[in-house]
């Protein structure tokens, strides 16, 4: 079976631009969820979806936004790009078999300027 | 914020046992204990959980104490791969998000 997948691994953005990261969940997983990671610290969740349709949601402004298609790959969409924008981005998937864990793609550094 | 309170970091000599405490003492009933782990630069990844009994399985041990207030993670013969930083969680089994908190940074020496 295949893992999460993300892209792209790295990417440099300035201040105020937008930026779209993928993630292809692993084979049979429906639930995605999204993850942001300071330098030093533990992720902090994002948001989560299930069968295309957001089902929580962490402490992030409304200016990071997702998307779940049919697929169940996965989109996170940052506006309005800020300094403290600048992390890892973490795309987990799980079954929804209870009790499951969840599965995590390498992520995605990104670096605004 | 994390349910979960851990030492920031641990020395172990290779070949050794890595016991990895944490401390859960508001853990619901209904809440599992997972262990995760990060390897620098990688995304984390999945060791082991349970919910009252001990676990087993190839990567590690899980020892939950009677009262499920605190929980030992044992990897039994270190090498100098799983050098690593390992997050204890609480969760439902049902969905939501995972808290992670600052994790132990666990050192593997030859």
């Known amino acids: 079976e295949t893992g999460v997948t993300q892209s792209p691994t790295h990417l440099i953005k300035t201040r105020g631009q937008q930026v779209t990261l993928r993630c292809s969940s692993q084979?049979?997983?429906?639930?995605v969820s999204w993850y942001q990671q300071a330098l030093g610290q533990g992720p902090q969740f994002i948001f989560q979806y299930y069968r295309e349709e957001e089902n929580g949601r962490g402490n992030f402004p409304p200016r990071f936004s997702g998307l779940q298609f049919p697929n169940y790959s996965s989109e996170l969409n940052v506006n309005a790009l800020e300094l403290d924008d600048s992390a890892l981005y973490l795309c987990a998937s799980s079954s929804g078999t209870v009790p499951y864990g969840y599965t995590f793609g390498s992520g995605t550094r990104l670096t605004v300027v | 914020d994390a349910k979960t309170t851990q030492p920031p970091s641990m020395d172990c000599a290779e070949g050794r046992a890595a016991n990895l405490p944490c401390n859960h003492s508001t853990i619901s009933g209904n809440e599992y204990v997972y262990w995760y782990r990060q390897i620098h630069s990688q995304g984390p990844q999945y060791i082991i959980h349970?919910?009252?009994n001990n676990e087993t399985n190839e990567m590690a041990s899980l020892i939950i104490t009677e009262d499920r207030k605190s929980s030992t993670l044992i990897l039994p013969h270190a090498t100098l791969r799983d050098t690593a930083v390992y997050y204890c969680i609480v969760r439902v089994a049902a969905g939501g998000k995972l808290i992670f908190g600052q994790g132990t940074e666990l050192s593997v020496k030859p």
């Open positions: 084979s049979g997983h429906n639930t």
């Open positions: 349970g919910l009252k």
